[in-house]
């Protein structure tokens, strides 16, 4: 009995969800998957409806005007929001563990290297002159420390990468 009804009404509900999406902002698509769910719930509770293609014709226009109040309430962000970087969990944690080595790695250096790599890796993305002020020394002296402190990283980090 369901196959033949999802069959039979299957061209009478596309041709409403056509007609009912635009007005309601909506894609034909997701008005028909909605009318199809909400057939299937009651088809689990009450049964097949007595009058099918009124029920179709009902549901999409109810399903239009749901779909238009959740538009009228339902606001986008102005702006993506600031934690979505367009990767899954997984990425994200691989890349929180990268972050944690390379942060032990700078820990391991010698001299001033960890406090300038720590200001270099900074999330307050700090100037130049902040970082000199910060580690007292000169401005002056910060592109030759830091190539020397990314050279002894450099080969800090090869050497751990060759002994995994």
Do not use: K, N
């Amino acid at each position: 009995m369901t196959h033949e009804l999802v069959t039979a009404l299957r061209p009478l509900l596309s041709a409403e969800a056509s007609a009912e999406a635009r007005a309601s902002g909506t894609e034909p698509g997701d008005l028909e998957q909605a009318v199809w769910l909400r057939l299937l719930e009651r088809l689990d509770t009450t049964g097949p409806p007595a009058d099918p293609r009124r029920w179709v014709r009902r549901a999409v226009r109810s399903e239009a005007r749901r779909s238009r109040r959740t538009a009228r309430v339902e606001q986008p962000y102005a702006t993506e929001p600031a934690d979505d970087s367009g990767f899954g969990p997984e990425q994200r944690a691989m890349a929180a563990v990268r972050r944690r080595e390379l942060h032990e790695a700078v820990r391991q250096l010698p001299g001033r290297c960890p406090g300038l790599m720590a200001a270099l890796l900074s999330p307050r993305d700090l100037t130049y002159q902040e970082i000199a002020g910060e580690l007292g020394i000169s401005q002056g002296s910060l592109g030759p420390e830091r190539s020397r402190c990314l050279g002894c990283l450099r080969r800090l980090l090869t050497a751990e990468v060759a002994a995994r």
